[in-house]
T-cell receptor, first 114, second 116 residues
Framework: QKEVEQDPGPLSVPEGAIVSLNCTYSNSAFQYFMWYRQYSRKGPELLMYTYSSGNKEDGRFTAQVDKSSKYISLFIRDSQPSDSATYLCAMRRGLNTGFQKLVFGTGTRLLVSP | EAQVTQNPRYLITVTGKKLTVTCSQNMNHEYMSWYRQDPGLGLRQIYYSMNVEVTDKGDVPEGYKVSRKEKRNFPLILESPSPNQTSLYFC???????????????FGPGTRLTVL
């Protein structure tokens, strides 16, 4: 079983829709949760990160973490064609646990049609 | 401009012909890493380096070598490439391994390698 599971998609939505992207994980030691966006033929770039449980909002994007369910989500409001990309979740253990690498999900491909 | 550069961006080669993919960052980052990205498998770490002359294996190190002689450069070496190393490769760097907040992990543009 992978430590981080993510539906590969593609997820196709019309412009203006609310998008929900999700990851589940098995390691309860994970404390930092990140979302990366990767456009075609580009490297991933950090979109948002959250620490422990709760929500974090940044413009049209909201990241949500439910540690009790080991489930994280990224919501995109008023989706735009420019949001079409692959979204990867990533997570790691706490900063006081020494060196810890990021563990990535496989990515979900999102297509927003005009 | 803060960036991670990789060269070449595209490479087609044959089995057994040694090759090097270069990676360079201009942010004075201590931590650098190589990943490969394959459909259905996501990003998998090959090797990482926490500083000059300090490198360690990631999840899939077989068939690869790295070196870190200078802080800014972290080349990936395939001494005898095989077809199962056909993949999309990314170099990344960050201040530490945190990859969090101001310690963002920056990725290069990728190198698409095909081994025939």
């Amino acid at each position: 079983q992978k430590e981080v599971e993510q539906d590969p998609g593609p997820l196709s939505v019309p412009e203006g829709a609310i998008v929900s992207l999700n990851c589940t994980y098995s390691n309860s030691a994970f404390q930092y949760f990140m979302w990366y966006r990767q456009y075609s033929r580009k490297g991933p770039e950090l979109l948002m990160y959250t620490y422990s449980s709760g929500n974090k909002e940044d413009g049209r994007f909201t990241a949500q973490v439910d540690k009790s369910s080991k489930y994280i989500s990224l919501f995109i409001r008023d989706s735009q064609p420019s949001d079409s990309a692959t979204y990867l979740c990533a997570m790691r253990r706490g900063l006081n646990t020494g060196f810890q690498k990021l563990v990535f999900g496989t990515g979900t491909r999102l297509l927003v049609s005009p | 401009e803060a960036q991670v550069t990789q060269n070449p961006r595209y490479l087609i080669t044959v089995t057994g012909k040694k090759l090097t993919v270069t990676c360079s960052q201009n942010m004075n980052h201590e931590y650098m890493s190589w990943y490969r990205q394959d459909p259905g498998l996501g990003l998998r770490q090959i090797y990482y380096s926490m500083n000059v002359e300090v490198t360690d294996k990631g999840d899939v190190p077989e068939g690869y070598k790295v070196s870190r002689k200078e802080k800014r450069n972290f080349p990936l070496i395939l001494e005898s490439p095989s077809p199962n190393q056909t993949s999309l490769y990314f170099c990344a760097s960050s201040l530490t391994s945190g990859g969090i907040g101001t310690d963002t992990q920056y990725f290069g543009p990728g190198t698409r390698l095909t081994v025939l």
